[in-house]
């Protein structure tokens, strides 16, 4: 696992906002394989500092922090 790969996605994801993206969306954007992408997706996760949400078929990834300011205004 190389971190430089998580610190791309989760700030990708940090810039995105509370609307979250697709892997499709962190492939086109971070220039990541797909493998890279969902294995820092499933890092990240499980250091719960992004959260995944089902939307019909796609899942969204969302920065967790973004959620933690949301809650607290």
Do not use: Y
């Amino acid at each position: 696992m190389d971190l430089r790969h998580n610190a791309k996605v989760l700030s990708f994801l940090e810039k995105r906002g509370v609307d979250g993206a697709t892997i499709t969306e962190i492939i086109k954007s971070t220039n990541l394989t797909r493998d890279n992408v969902r294995i820092s997706l499933a890092a990240l996760e499980g250091a719960e500092k992004i959260v995944p949400r089902t939307v019909g078929k796609a899942k969204l990834f969302r920065a967790n922090s973004l959620l933690k300011k949301e809650v607290n205004r």
